[in-house]
């Protein structure tokens, strides 16, 4: 009489996993924890600081080649209009005596904006940012290499638009790149890519 007996191929459960399920999915969270998180958005920022920094000097040496100080240029009638100013304060010609302290923050804004960068995930953030930092950037290589000295120089302003004070390609980025991170905020859109309103939802449910 032959006996029925188990072959030598069958399968064996893994004898440190009695549930019989993947390793992965035997431990809990497991696989949250493998789950990558979104791509890093430095070179996003990076790419878009140096674009405006590269289009803030550019602007500002044909300004000061093609515009004599004091010469008043139409776009759109008196409304627009191209005029030189060498301004010593910051963005929009405000704090005008204290060139060396915009200076010192504008070294710091640099260093603080490159740092939240390296775990930035969120693009919009990175646009943003981006913006602030190339605006930063121009700004400050005016303050370093300009008349009257290091730490003192000032910034060349060209663009004169109605009543508002005479500003250049860099207060631009910094003022919309502070109004978009602004915004963000409010919204609840965080660096890391997701949104504070989401994760309170699925937190309580």
Same mark, same amino acid.
């Given at each position: 009489?032959?006996?029925?007996?188990?072959?030598?191929?069958?399968?064996?459960?893994?004898?440190?996993?009695?549930?019989?399920?993947?390793?992965?999915?035997?431990?809990p969270?497991?696989?949250?924890? &493998?789950?990558?998180? !979104?791509?890093? =958005?430095?070179?996003?920022? $990076?790419?878009?600081?140096?674009?405006?920094? @590269? %289009?803030?000097?550019?602007?500002?040496?044909?300004?000061?080649?093609?515009?004599?100080?004091?010469?008043?240029?139409?776009?759109?009638?008196?409304?627009?209009?191209?005029?030189?100013?060498?301004?010593?304060?910051?963005?929009?010609?405000?704090?005008?005596?204290?060139?060396?302290l915009?200076?010192?923050?504008?070294? &710091?804004?640099?260093? !603080?904006?490159? =740092?939240?960068?390296?775990? $930035?995930?969120?693009?919009?953030?990175?646009? @943003? %940012?981006?913006?602030?930092?190339?605006?930063?950037?121009?700004?400050?290589?005016?303050?370093?290499?300009?008349?009257?000295?290091?730490?003192?120089?000032?910034?060349?302003?060209?663009?004169?638009?109605?009543?508002?004070?005479?500003?250049?390609?860099?207060?631009?980025?910094?003022?919309?790149?502070?109004?978009?991170?602004?915004?963000?905020?409010?919204?609840?859109?965080?660096?890391?890519?997701?949104?504070?309103?989401?994760?309170?939802?699925?937190?309580?449910v």
């Amino acid at each position: 009489m032959s006996e029925d007996r188990p072959t030598d191929n069958a399968a064996v459960p893994d004898a440190g996993d009695d549930s019989g399920l993947p390793a992965a999915a035997a431990v809990p969270g497991a696989a949250e924890t &493998a789950k990558p998180a !979104g791509r890093r =958005r430095l070179p996003t920022l $990076l790419i878009i600081a140096v674009v405006l920094f @590269g %289009l803030d000097l550019l602007t500002k040496c044909l300004a000061v080649a093609l515009i004599d100080p004091g010469e008043s240029v139409p776009i759109v009638g008196d409304f627009a209009r191209f005029t030189l100013v060498r301004n010593p304060g910051a963005a929009f010609s405000m704090a005008t005596g204290m060139t060396w302290l915009l200076t010192l923050i504008a070294v &710091a804004v640099v260093i !603080g904006v490159i =740092r939240i960068g390296r775990t $930035l995930r969120s693009l919009w953030w990175a646009i @943003g %940012l981006g913006m602030v930092l190339g605006g930063a950037l121009g700004n400050l290589v005016d303050r370093i290499f300009r008349y009257p000295g290091p730490l003192q120089g000032h910034v060349v302003d060209f663009v004169a638009i109605g009543w508002w004070p005479v500003f250049n390609v860099a207060d631009s980025a910094i003022v919309c790149g502070a109004i978009l991170l602004v915004a963000l905020t409010v919204f609840g859109f965080e660096p890391d890519g997701t949104r504070s309103g989401r994760k309170h939802t699925e937190d309580t449910v």
